[in-house]
């Protein structure tokens, strides 16, 4: 038997292959390898082929042939007739000369790779960190923030503008919280579809797809507020009746689903795509400039519908929220290609192969059921990634948040302060000051995460926010609202208690970028929030059952005790962690 394998360029010049019969016995293995341009000649009775210019290596093994039939260019036999009619093994003509120019050339090889491995520069600690912090792609990044600017401006204004303006429509809490219910119930339903047909789409064009949906929904749900006021009021049981409110809850729906998606591809695929995995303070600095931008937004977003809301009618403001969607929506589909162009094109990268190409097969066979079968299976998909991720208790603590529902800058306070009569600019002052706490904790954050390690940073993080809500609940239930000191102390701990919550989101999003995959990233960031949204429309349902600002304190022991669930859920992480959870967060565990 004999086997030539090929590894690098070589031409074979006198190097002749015959067959003849051999003797079995005393038999050598031969094994050698050539690495210059020779020509191999492979010549029988019947066929000969030339193998030309080969980048290969050409090795021959398990070849047993007798000593005697090894023979040098001057014993070469003139006549290969005999051997040809009954060969069984090989005959190698070997060029003595080739093969000494050969170990020659091995040996210079050898010297000349000896010297370039030890002449391999080593970066110091300074210069490794150094590439560490930097991003694969700098420029791109800062068109990326500009279109996040532009698209959270406006998003943000408009979540602060729709319940203002629905409060002051009917006293009561239930048109806000059925709206949130309904949004809610769409993320949790919509957001592993939406995610899975942005794992599967190219990313530019169905980023770009959804902003169009999202400015659409806020312009229609605009015009559905601004005739709400301009008709006569109504009992708040017919509102919910109308089709104005029918088409602004299926509007207000689309607006948050097409949100949702455009941040999780964002956070979860865009930023690793642009910092790189392998580099993580590149990663962390991104995240945290990603999130300012979108507190920033916030601040400026409530501050200045408030200040408009006190001046000027609600319809007036309202048509100055609508004219911002018109003119940012270009502005962001301009910066998000210009993102691309000078990130040379690596949002047009296709995802990992296994999910592109791995699951063909299993797509071709659901595009033959029916469009619930598929919305079925995406779902059940959705879920089951989601509970098998390495850092599920991280994101079950995150979850547990989202049933903090009134002490939070949120939809039901905005709706509960303006029923109760504080001014709107107190309260947009309020909701500014919760996102400028979240501005500071993406600066605090880091230090925690340098002197603690990044699991006692999270639970440090959420146990001060534990506590300082505590605290609010408190002053709640003694009674002393009704003045305006009380109400601006109450509203300043939930203030401060921001800061550890907006510390844990800036620690967590890394924790979850690190243990989630890319290539199922979209799958598993939507379906997380809309785990977080099923939490939430829990707490809209108890909402909308006591609707009542009575209720509010009912409502706010709930909240707190979902956020002192979330801290002991994370600690318990923290003293208790898996093998698998130790290997991912080794330097955390041993600091």
């Excluded at 193998?51 to 070469?76: P, Y």
């Excluded at 709930?558 to 093998?579: E, K």
Aim: net charge negative; charged share 15%; glycine share 6%.
């Amino acid at each position: 038997m004999a086997m030539v394998t090929v590894s690098q360029s070589f031409n074979f010049h006198g190097f002749f292959v015959r067959k003849a019969s051999l003797l079995p016995s005393s038999a050598s293995r031969v094994r050698y390898s050539i690495n210059d341009r020779r020509w191999l000649n492979l010549d029988s009775a019947s066929s000969s082929c030339r193998f030309r210019n080969l980048n290969s290596r050409c090795s021959l093994t398990n070849t047993d042939l007798h000593l005697s039939n090894v023979l040098t260019e001057d014993e070469a036999p003139q006549d290969f007739s005999a051997a040809e009619c009954d060969c069984s093994t090989p005959i190698v003509h070997l060029k003595t000369d080739i093969l000494e120019s050969e170990s020659l050339s091995l040996l210079a090889e050898t010297t000349y790779v000896d010297s370039v491995l030890t002449a391999l520069p080593v970066l110091s600690e300074e210069e490794q960190n150094a590439l560490a912090a930097t991003p694969a792609h700098p420029v791109g990044l800062y068109a990326l923030y500009a279109s996040s600017l532009a698209g959270n401006l406006v998003e943000q204004l408009w979540n602060f503008a729709w319940p203002s303006a629905m409060a002051l429509l009917h006293p009561s809490l239930l048109p806000v919280a059925v709206m949130c219910f309904f949004s809610k119930l769409a993320i949790i339903v919509g957001g592993p579809l939406v995610g899975k047909l942005m794992d599967y789409s190219p990313r530019v064009p169905a980023y770009m797809g959804l902003n169009v949906v999202q400015a659409a929904a806020q312009l229609l749900s605009a015009t559905m507020i601004i005739h709400a006021h301009t008709v006569s009021p109504t009992a708040v049981s017919s509102v919910l009746l109308r089709p104005w409110f029918i088409v602004l809850v299926l509007a207000g729906a689309i607006e948050r689903l097409c949100g949702v998606a455009t941040g999780v591809a964002v956070e979860r695929d865009w930023v690793i795509l642009f910092a790189r995995m392998n580099r993580p303070i590149a990663l962390a600095q991104v995240n945290a400039v990603l999130n300012r931008i979108d507190l920033i937004c916030e601040i400026a977003g409530a501050s200045v519908f408030g200040i408009l809301l006190s001046r000027y009618e609600p319809v007036t403001c309202l048509k100055f929220a609508a004219a911002s969607m018109i003119w940012s929506l270009p502005v962001m589909i301009g910066l998000t290609w210009l993102t691309n162009k000078l990130a040379t094109g690596v949002l047009d990268r296709p995802r990992c192969c296994q999910t592109c190409c791995g699951e063909s097969s299993e797509e071709a066979a659901v595009d033959a059921g029916s469009i619930v079968d598929r919305g079925l299976e995406t779902i059940k998909l959705g879920w089951k990634e989601y509970m098998q991720q390495p850092v599920l208790p991280a994101s079950l603590a995150y979850v547990l948040l989202f049933f903090n529902i009134v002490l939070a800058p949120s939809s039901l306070m905005t709706a509960f302060l303006t029923q109760r009569g504080v001014n709107p600019s107190v309260i947009g002052g309020f909701s500014g000051l919760c996102a400028f706490m979240g501005v500071a904790a993406t600066f605090l954050s880091a230090t925690l995460v340098k002197q603690l390690g990044i699991l006692k940073a999270g639970a440090a993080g959420l146990v001060f926010q534990a506590s300082l809500l505590s605290l609010a609940v408190a002053v709640y239930w003694s009674g002393s609202l009704s003045q305006q000191s009380p109400v601006l102390f109450f509203l300043g701990l939930i203030v401060l208690s921001r800061l550890g919550h907006m510390s844990y989101d800036v620690v967590g999003a890394q924790i979850l970028q690190t243990g989630i995959p890319t290539s199922k990233a979209n799958l598993i960031g939507t379906t997380e929030v809309s785990v977080a949204s099923l939490a939430e429309s829990v707490m809209l349902g108890v909402a909308i059952i006591a609707n009542d600002a009575s209720h509010f304190g009912f409502l706010a022991m709930l909240s707190l005790l979902s956020v002192v669930g979330a801290a002991w859920m994370f600690c318990r992480l923290l003293l208790n962690p898996t093998d698998e959870q130790r290997s991912l967060f080794a330097v955390e565990s041993n600091t």
